[in-house]
Protein backbone atom coordinates (compact mmCIF):
# COMPACT_ATOMS: atom_id res chain seq x y z
CA UNK A 1 0.00 0.00 0.00
CA UNK A 2 1.60 3.04 -1.23
CA UNK A 3 2.16 6.33 0.55
CA UNK A 4 -1.03 8.68 -0.91
CA UNK A 5 -3.68 5.37 -0.82
CA UNK A 6 -2.59 5.22 2.76
CA UNK A 7 -2.75 9.02 3.42
CA UNK A 8 -6.59 9.07 1.50
CA UNK A 9 -7.29 6.52 3.60
CA UNK A 10 -6.49 8.14 6.83
CA UNK A 11 -8.61 11.22 6.04
CA UNK A 12 -11.60 10.43 4.36
CA UNK A 13 -13.69 14.14 4.52
CA UNK A 14 -17.51 13.17 4.01
CA UNK A 15 -20.29 15.47 2.18
CA UNK A 16 -23.87 14.51 2.67
CA UNK A 17 -26.25 14.41 -0.40
CA UNK A 18 -30.01 13.63 0.92
CA UNK A 19 -32.56 13.08 -1.89
CA UNK A 20 -36.07 12.96 -1.17
CA UNK A 21 -35.25 11.83 1.95
CA UNK A 22 -37.53 10.79 5.25
CA UNK A 23 -35.14 12.07 7.24
CA UNK A 24 -34.55 8.76 9.23
CA UNK A 25 -31.02 8.26 7.52
CA UNK A 26 -29.68 11.54 7.85
CA UNK A 27 -30.05 11.08 11.34
CA UNK A 28 -28.32 7.73 11.49
CA UNK A 29 -25.50 9.37 9.62
CA UNK A 30 -25.31 12.07 12.04
CA UNK A 31 -25.25 9.63 14.72
CA UNK A 32 -21.85 8.58 13.43
CA UNK A 33 -20.27 11.77 14.52
CA UNK A 34 -21.81 11.90 18.27
CA UNK A 35 -19.48 10.64 20.94
CA UNK A 36 -20.51 6.98 20.72
CA UNK A 37 -19.51 6.34 17.46
CA UNK A 38 -17.03 9.26 16.66
CA UNK A 39 -16.16 8.45 13.26
CA UNK A 40 -13.37 11.38 13.81
CA UNK A 41 -11.19 8.75 15.08
CA UNK A 42 -11.06 7.79 11.91
CA UNK A 43 -10.15 10.99 10.47
CA UNK A 44 -13.19 11.44 9.38
CA UNK A 45 -14.70 14.77 9.14
CA UNK A 46 -18.39 16.21 8.07
CA UNK A 47 -17.57 19.15 5.59
CA UNK A 48 -19.63 22.30 4.51
CA UNK A 49 -18.29 22.31 0.47
CA UNK A 50 -18.17 19.40 -2.03
CA UNK A 51 -15.08 20.90 -3.13
CA UNK A 52 -13.35 19.59 0.09
CA UNK A 53 -15.10 16.24 -0.07
CA UNK A 54 -13.68 12.51 -0.23
CA UNK A 55 -16.67 11.12 0.34
CA UNK A 56 -20.02 11.55 -1.33
CA UNK A 57 -22.84 9.92 0.76
CA UNK A 58 -26.19 9.52 -0.44
CA UNK A 59 -29.52 8.36 1.07
CA UNK A 60 -33.10 8.81 0.47
CA UNK A 61 -34.89 7.90 -3.10
CA UNK A 62 -33.83 10.13 -5.64
CA UNK A 63 -36.73 11.64 -7.93
CA UNK A 64 -36.58 13.35 -11.19
CA UNK A 65 -35.99 16.59 -9.13
CA UNK A 66 -32.81 15.11 -7.75
CA UNK A 67 -31.31 13.27 -10.33
CA UNK A 68 -29.63 16.61 -12.15
CA UNK A 69 -28.51 17.71 -8.86
CA UNK A 70 -27.07 14.87 -7.91
CA UNK A 71 -24.84 14.50 -10.94
CA UNK A 72 -24.43 18.13 -10.53
CA UNK A 73 -22.62 17.51 -7.44
CA UNK A 74 -20.42 14.41 -8.47
CA UNK A 75 -19.53 16.36 -11.38
CA UNK A 76 -18.41 19.34 -8.85
CA UNK A 77 -16.55 16.82 -6.38
CA UNK A 78 -12.48 16.81 -6.50
CA UNK A 79 -11.45 13.27 -8.12
CA UNK A 80 -10.87 10.68 -6.85
CA UNK A 81 -14.34 10.81 -4.90
CA UNK A 82 -16.40 7.76 -3.51
CA UNK A 83 -19.86 7.18 -3.33
CA UNK A 84 -21.60 5.20 -0.73
CA UNK A 85 -25.28 4.92 -1.16
CA UNK A 86 -27.45 4.49 2.52
CA UNK A 87 -30.34 2.71 3.56
CA UNK A 88 -33.27 0.65 1.33
CA UNK A 89 -34.05 4.12 -0.87
CA UNK A 90 -30.49 4.51 -1.53
CA UNK A 91 -29.60 1.48 -2.34
CA UNK A 92 -32.74 -0.12 -4.55
CA UNK A 93 -35.17 2.89 -4.60
CA UNK A 94 -37.09 0.62 -1.53
CA UNK A 95 -40.94 1.35 -1.12
CA UNK A 96 -40.83 4.19 -3.93
CA UNK A 97 -39.03 1.79 -6.83
CA UNK A 98 -42.39 1.88 -8.44
CA UNK A 99 -42.99 5.93 -8.02
CA UNK A 100 -44.24 7.74 -10.75
CA UNK A 101 -41.34 10.48 -10.53
CA UNK A 102 -38.53 7.91 -9.67
CA UNK A 103 -35.65 8.11 -11.23
CA UNK A 104 -33.57 4.89 -9.96
CA UNK A 105 -31.60 3.91 -7.47
CA UNK A 106 -28.05 5.80 -7.23
CA UNK A 107 -26.35 3.49 -8.93
CA UNK A 108 -28.02 4.22 -12.21
CA UNK A 109 -26.87 7.72 -12.07
CA UNK A 110 -23.42 7.70 -10.99
CA UNK A 111 -20.87 4.50 -9.86
CA UNK A 112 -21.30 3.51 -5.96
CA UNK A 113 -18.73 1.77 -4.11
CA UNK A 114 -20.51 0.79 -1.12
CA UNK A 115 -24.04 -0.60 -0.38
CA UNK A 116 -25.31 0.18 3.21
CA UNK A 117 -29.20 -1.12 2.97
CA UNK A 118 -31.34 -0.57 6.06
CA UNK A 119 -34.48 1.27 6.64
CA UNK A 120 -32.59 3.06 8.21
CA UNK A 121 -29.40 1.04 8.72
CA UNK A 122 -28.02 1.18 12.35
CA UNK A 123 -24.74 3.58 13.25
CA UNK A 124 -22.82 0.26 13.01
CA UNK A 125 -24.40 -1.05 9.95
CA UNK A 126 -22.64 2.35 8.56
CA UNK A 127 -19.46 1.87 10.62
CA UNK A 128 -19.37 -1.70 8.91
CA UNK A 129 -19.90 -0.13 5.20
CA UNK A 130 -17.22 2.24 5.76
CA UNK A 131 -14.96 -0.91 7.18
CA UNK A 132 -15.40 -2.28 4.21
CA UNK A 133 -15.06 0.60 2.11
CA UNK A 134 -11.54 1.22 3.39
CA UNK A 135 -10.97 -1.98 2.82
CA UNK A 136 -11.40 -2.17 -0.72
CA UNK A 137 -9.62 0.60 -1.98
CA UNK B 1 22.97 33.57 2.47
CA UNK B 2 22.95 29.90 3.07
CA UNK B 3 22.44 30.18 6.92
CA UNK B 4 19.08 33.01 5.78
CA UNK B 5 17.74 30.42 3.99
CA UNK B 6 18.43 27.49 6.46
CA UNK B 7 16.44 29.81 8.91
CA UNK B 8 13.94 30.72 6.58
CA UNK B 9 13.51 27.18 5.04
CA UNK B 10 14.53 24.65 7.65
CA UNK B 11 15.14 25.47 11.66
CA UNK B 12 12.86 28.23 12.84
CA UNK B 13 11.64 28.28 9.52
CA UNK B 14 8.84 26.35 7.44
CA UNK B 15 9.61 22.75 8.22
CA UNK B 16 10.02 23.14 12.29
CA UNK B 17 6.88 25.66 12.14
CA UNK B 18 4.76 23.32 10.03
CA UNK B 19 5.55 20.21 12.23
CA UNK B 20 4.95 22.05 15.17
CA UNK B 21 1.88 23.56 14.20
CA UNK B 22 0.18 20.74 12.54
CA UNK B 23 0.82 18.73 16.34
CA UNK B 24 -0.97 21.61 17.19
CA UNK B 25 -3.71 21.53 15.35
CA UNK B 26 -4.20 17.67 16.61
CA UNK B 27 -3.79 19.00 19.94
CA UNK B 28 -6.64 21.49 19.44
CA UNK B 29 -8.73 18.61 17.57
CA UNK B 30 -7.78 16.42 20.29
CA UNK B 31 -8.86 18.45 23.17
CA UNK B 32 -12.03 19.46 21.44
CA UNK B 33 -12.81 15.48 21.16
CA UNK B 34 -12.16 15.33 24.60
CA UNK B 35 -14.43 18.77 25.53
CA UNK B 36 -17.17 16.35 23.69
CA UNK B 37 -16.68 13.15 25.43
CA UNK B 38 -15.41 11.53 22.02
CA UNK B 39 -11.97 9.74 21.47
CA UNK B 40 -10.80 11.87 18.48
CA UNK B 41 -7.98 11.80 15.56
CA UNK B 42 -4.56 10.14 15.74
CA UNK B 43 -1.74 11.90 16.18
CA UNK B 44 -0.53 12.36 12.51
CA UNK B 45 -3.79 13.34 11.54
CA UNK B 46 -3.08 16.88 10.33
CA UNK B 47 -0.14 15.49 8.15
CA UNK B 48 -2.80 13.25 6.43
CA UNK B 49 -4.95 15.35 5.59
CA UNK B 50 -2.17 17.44 4.50
CA UNK B 51 -0.94 14.67 2.08
CA UNK B 52 -3.99 14.01 1.01
CA UNK B 53 -4.98 16.90 -0.40
CA UNK B 54 -1.47 18.05 -1.57
CA UNK B 55 -1.03 14.53 -3.57
CA UNK B 56 -4.22 12.52 -4.31
CA UNK B 57 -6.95 15.17 -4.49
CA UNK B 58 -7.44 16.89 -7.98
CA UNK B 59 -7.20 20.53 -8.07
CA UNK B 60 -10.82 22.45 -9.81
CA UNK B 61 -10.36 25.93 -10.93
CA UNK B 62 -13.33 28.15 -11.19
CA UNK B 63 -14.66 28.79 -14.29
CA UNK B 64 -15.61 31.88 -14.16
CA UNK B 65 -12.84 33.55 -12.07
CA UNK B 66 -9.52 35.24 -12.23
CA UNK B 67 -7.92 31.75 -11.86
CA UNK B 68 -4.21 32.81 -11.33
CA UNK B 69 -4.64 35.14 -8.61
CA UNK B 70 -7.10 32.19 -6.86
CA UNK B 71 -3.92 29.79 -7.25
CA UNK B 72 -1.29 32.74 -5.98
CA UNK B 73 -3.23 33.75 -3.35
CA UNK B 74 -2.82 30.21 -0.72
CA UNK B 75 0.85 30.69 -1.74
CA UNK B 76 1.02 33.91 -0.46
CA UNK B 77 -0.66 32.83 2.44
CA UNK B 78 2.25 30.26 3.28
CA UNK B 79 4.68 32.78 2.54
CA UNK B 80 3.29 35.39 4.87
CA UNK B 81 3.02 33.19 7.71
CA UNK B 82 6.21 31.74 7.36
CA UNK B 83 8.22 35.08 6.87
CA UNK B 84 6.44 36.22 9.97
CA UNK B 85 7.03 33.15 11.72
CA UNK B 86 11.14 33.43 10.72
CA UNK B 87 10.91 37.08 12.45
CA UNK B 88 9.36 36.09 15.56
CA UNK B 89 11.34 32.52 16.35
CA UNK B 90 14.52 34.29 15.54
CA UNK B 91 14.84 36.58 18.72
CA UNK B 92 12.12 34.28 20.62
CA UNK B 93 14.86 31.31 20.00
CA UNK B 94 17.78 33.28 20.93
CA UNK B 95 19.53 32.56 17.76
CA UNK B 96 19.95 36.13 16.17
CA UNK B 97 19.18 39.50 17.70
CA UNK B 98 16.54 40.52 14.81
CA UNK B 99 16.86 43.72 13.82
CA UNK B 100 15.67 47.56 14.34
CA UNK B 101 11.87 47.98 14.19
CA UNK B 102 11.36 44.27 13.96
CA UNK B 103 7.57 44.46 15.69
CA UNK B 104 6.15 46.66 13.26
CA UNK B 105 7.14 44.56 10.54
CA UNK B 106 6.15 41.40 12.32
CA UNK B 107 2.84 42.93 12.67
CA UNK B 108 1.95 43.56 8.69
CA UNK B 109 3.37 40.51 7.86
CA UNK B 110 1.05 38.77 10.21
CA UNK B 111 -1.93 40.50 8.25
CA UNK B 112 -0.94 38.43 5.06
CA UNK B 113 -2.93 35.41 5.47
CA UNK B 114 -6.12 37.31 6.12
CA UNK B 115 -5.83 39.71 3.26
CA UNK B 116 -4.69 36.29 1.12
CA UNK B 117 -7.29 34.56 2.00
CA UNK B 118 -10.05 37.76 1.06
CA UNK B 119 -8.12 37.91 -1.93
CA UNK B 120 -8.10 33.90 -3.35
CA UNK B 121 -12.12 34.06 -1.91
CA UNK B 122 -13.06 37.38 -3.93
CA UNK B 123 -11.03 35.42 -6.93
CA UNK B 124 -12.98 32.78 -7.42
CA UNK B 125 -15.99 34.38 -8.24
CA UNK B 126 -18.31 32.31 -5.72
CA UNK B 127 -21.26 34.47 -4.02
CA UNK B 128 -20.93 32.28 -0.61
CA UNK B 129 -17.38 32.99 -0.95
CA UNK B 130 -17.67 37.08 -1.36
CA UNK B 131 -19.80 36.68 1.58
CA UNK B 132 -17.30 35.30 3.69
CA UNK B 133 -14.76 37.32 2.16
CA UNK B 134 -16.82 40.73 2.71
CA UNK B 135 -17.16 39.25 6.74
CA UNK B 136 -13.31 38.27 6.62
CA UNK B 137 -12.75 42.37 5.57
CA UNK B 138 -14.83 43.67 8.29
CA UNK B 139 -12.99 41.13 11.21
CA UNK B 140 -9.67 42.20 10.14
CA UNK B 141 -10.84 45.56 10.41
CA UNK B 142 -12.10 44.98 13.91
CA UNK B 143 -9.53 43.03 15.35
CA UNK B 144 -6.33 44.52 13.91
CA UNK B 145 -6.64 47.76 15.82
CA UNK B 146 -7.03 46.11 18.96
CA UNK B 147 -3.93 44.08 17.88
CA UNK B 148 -1.92 47.34 17.26
CA UNK B 149 -3.17 48.94 20.60
CA UNK B 150 -1.52 45.60 22.54
CA UNK B 151 1.59 45.86 20.62
CA UNK B 152 1.32 49.86 22.02
CA UNK B 153 0.84 48.65 25.72
CA UNK B 154 3.65 46.04 25.51
CA UNK B 155 5.69 48.75 23.54
CA UNK B 156 5.23 51.31 26.74
CA UNK B 157 5.92 48.38 29.24
CA UNK B 158 9.43 47.64 27.66
CA UNK B 159 10.30 51.22 28.17
CA UNK B 160 9.92 52.16 24.36
CA UNK B 161 11.52 49.23 22.32
CA UNK B 162 10.07 48.11 19.45
CA UNK B 163 12.63 45.34 18.92
CA UNK B 164 11.44 41.55 19.81
CA UNK B 165 14.19 40.53 21.51
CA UNK B 166 14.82 44.07 24.01
CA UNK B 167 11.41 43.44 24.58
CA UNK B 168 12.33 39.98 25.62
CA UNK B 169 15.16 40.77 27.20
CA UNK B 170 13.29 43.64 29.18
CA UNK B 171 11.35 40.50 30.52
CA UNK B 172 13.78 38.17 31.35
CA UNK B 173 15.99 40.44 33.27
CA UNK B 174 12.69 42.13 35.44
CA UNK B 175 9.31 40.35 35.69
CA UNK B 176 6.96 38.81 32.90
CA UNK B 177 5.02 41.23 31.54
CA UNK B 178 2.13 39.35 32.22
CA UNK B 179 2.84 39.80 36.27
CA UNK B 180 0.78 42.95 36.13
CA UNK B 181 -2.41 44.50 36.15
CA UNK B 182 -1.73 46.16 32.70
CA UNK B 183 -0.21 42.85 31.32
CA UNK B 184 -3.03 40.77 32.26
CA UNK B 185 -5.55 42.66 30.74
CA UNK B 186 -3.14 42.97 27.59
CA UNK B 187 -3.02 39.14 27.08
CA UNK B 188 -6.59 39.01 27.91
CA UNK B 189 -7.34 41.46 24.71
CA UNK B 190 -4.25 39.62 22.68
CA UNK B 191 -6.30 36.00 23.39
CA UNK B 192 -9.66 37.80 21.75
CA UNK B 193 -7.25 38.96 18.86
CA UNK B 194 -5.44 35.70 18.45
CA UNK B 195 -8.96 33.80 18.21
CA UNK B 196 -9.93 36.37 15.55
CA UNK B 197 -6.92 36.15 13.54
CA UNK B 198 -6.84 32.53 13.90
CA UNK B 199 -10.97 32.17 12.82
CA UNK B 200 -11.67 30.24 15.55
CA UNK B 201 -15.28 30.00 16.80
CA UNK B 202 -16.37 32.96 18.26
CA UNK B 203 -15.44 34.87 15.16
CA UNK B 204 -15.10 32.03 12.64
CA UNK B 205 -18.25 33.55 10.53
CA UNK B 206 -16.14 33.77 7.27
CA UNK B 207 -15.62 30.59 7.10
CA UNK B 208 -19.12 29.23 9.06
CA UNK B 209 -19.32 25.82 7.81
CA UNK B 210 -23.23 25.16 8.49
CA UNK B 211 -24.06 28.75 7.60
CA UNK B 212 -21.97 29.63 4.06
CA UNK B 213 -20.70 26.17 3.89
CA UNK B 214 -17.04 27.39 4.39
CA UNK B 215 -17.44 30.58 3.15
CA UNK B 216 -13.86 32.07 1.96
CA UNK B 217 -12.48 28.61 1.19
CA UNK B 218 -15.62 27.16 -0.58
CA UNK B 219 -14.02 26.74 -3.92
CA UNK B 220 -10.82 25.50 -3.11
CA UNK B 221 -9.69 22.30 -3.22
CA UNK B 222 -6.36 19.62 -3.75
CA UNK B 223 -3.26 21.45 -3.29
CA UNK B 224 -4.05 25.21 -3.00
CA UNK B 225 -6.30 23.60 -0.10
CA UNK B 226 -3.62 22.28 1.46
CA UNK B 227 -1.38 24.99 1.56
CA UNK B 228 -4.19 27.17 2.84
CA UNK B 229 -4.60 23.93 5.58
CA UNK B 230 -0.56 24.42 5.90
CA UNK B 231 -1.19 28.59 6.49
CA UNK B 232 -3.08 27.67 9.26
CA UNK B 233 -1.04 25.11 11.09
CA UNK B 234 1.76 28.03 10.72
CA UNK B 235 -0.31 30.21 12.36
CA UNK B 236 -1.45 28.45 14.64
CA UNK B 237 2.19 27.91 16.10
CA UNK B 238 3.18 31.49 15.10
CA UNK B 239 0.61 33.34 17.22
CA UNK B 240 0.46 31.90 20.86
CA UNK B 241 4.46 31.88 20.27
CA UNK B 242 4.52 35.62 19.66
CA UNK B 243 2.16 35.98 22.54
CA UNK B 244 4.41 34.12 24.60
CA UNK B 245 7.33 36.70 23.31
CA UNK B 246 5.57 39.67 23.89
CA UNK B 247 3.73 39.28 27.02
CA UNK B 248 4.89 35.87 28.94
CA UNK B 249 9.03 35.78 29.32
CA UNK B 250 9.71 34.78 26.15
CA UNK B 251 11.84 31.11 26.35
CA UNK B 252 15.32 30.12 27.46
CA UNK B 253 16.32 27.07 25.54
CA UNK B 254 18.36 25.38 28.97
CA UNK B 255 17.80 22.74 31.04
CA UNK B 256 14.26 22.57 32.77
CA UNK B 257 13.61 25.99 30.95
CA UNK B 258 12.90 23.90 27.77
CA UNK B 259 9.71 22.55 29.27
CA UNK B 260 8.31 26.02 30.42
CA UNK B 261 8.40 27.04 27.13
CA UNK B 262 6.61 24.00 25.87
CA UNK B 263 3.88 24.28 28.75
CA UNK B 264 3.56 27.98 28.00
CA UNK B 265 3.04 27.08 24.69
CA UNK B 266 0.51 24.37 25.00
CA UNK B 267 -1.44 26.72 27.66
CA UNK B 268 -2.00 29.24 25.06
CA UNK B 269 -3.72 26.89 22.71
CA UNK B 270 -5.62 25.15 25.32
CA UNK B 271 -6.81 28.43 26.27
CA UNK B 272 -7.84 29.32 22.41
CA UNK B 273 -9.32 25.79 22.28
CA UNK B 274 -11.36 25.81 25.29
CA UNK B 275 -12.84 29.79 24.54
CA UNK B 276 -13.32 28.07 20.93
CA UNK B 277 -15.45 25.21 22.38
CA UNK B 278 -17.10 26.91 24.72
CA UNK B 279 -18.40 29.68 22.86
CA UNK B 280 -20.90 30.17 19.79
CA UNK B 281 -20.51 31.83 16.75
CA UNK B 282 -21.49 35.79 16.60
CA UNK B 283 -22.74 37.56 14.07
CA UNK B 284 -20.33 39.63 12.52
CA UNK B 285 -21.77 43.00 13.72
CA UNK B 286 -21.78 41.74 17.38
CA UNK B 287 -18.01 40.82 16.63
CA UNK B 288 -17.19 44.27 15.78
CA UNK B 289 -19.04 46.28 17.99
CA UNK B 290 -17.14 43.57 20.94
CA UNK B 291 -13.78 44.87 19.40
CA UNK B 292 -15.03 48.26 18.94
CA UNK B 293 -15.98 49.14 22.16
CA UNK B 294 -15.46 46.74 25.20
CA UNK B 295 -11.85 45.20 23.55
CA UNK B 296 -10.48 48.41 22.54
CA UNK B 297 -11.86 50.30 26.19
CA UNK B 298 -10.02 47.33 27.92
CA UNK B 299 -7.36 47.73 26.33
CA UNK B 300 -6.69 51.18 26.55
CA UNK B 301 -7.02 50.83 30.64
CA UNK B 302 -4.58 48.77 29.79
CA UNK B 303 -2.01 51.51 27.88
CA UNK B 304 -3.07 53.95 30.70
CA UNK B 305 -2.31 51.49 33.65
CA UNK B 306 1.71 50.80 32.08
CA UNK B 307 1.87 54.55 31.51
CA UNK B 308 1.34 54.70 35.25
CA UNK B 309 3.59 51.35 35.66
CA UNK B 310 1.15 49.22 36.95
Known amino acids: MGFKSYCFKKSLW???????????????????????????????????????????????????????????????????????????????????????????????????????????????????????????? | MGTNLFYFLVYPGFLFMAVIGGLLSWFDRKITARVQFRKGPPLLQPFYDFFKLLLVKETILPARGAKGLFLAAPVFSVFGATMAGVFILLPLLNITSGFHGDLIVIFYLLTIPSLTYVIGALSSGNPLAAVGASREMKLILSYEFTFLLVLVGVIIKSGQSIDLYQIIHTQQTGVPFIGSVSGVLLFIVAIFCLQAKLALVPFDMPEAETEISGGIFIEYSGTPYAMIKLSKYILLFILPAFIMAILMN???????????????????????????????????????????????????????????GL
Open chain 1, 14 to 137: LFHFGGASCNNCDIEILDCLTPRYDLERFGMLLVGSIRHADVLLVNGSINKKDKPRLLEIYEQAPKPVLVVAIGACGCTGGIFAEGNTFAGPVDKIIPVDVYIPGCPPKPEAILAGIVKLLGKN
Open chain 2, 250 to 308: GTKLEGINILWAVLKLVAVVLLLTLIRNTNPRVKIKQAIRFFFVWINLLAIIAIVLAIF
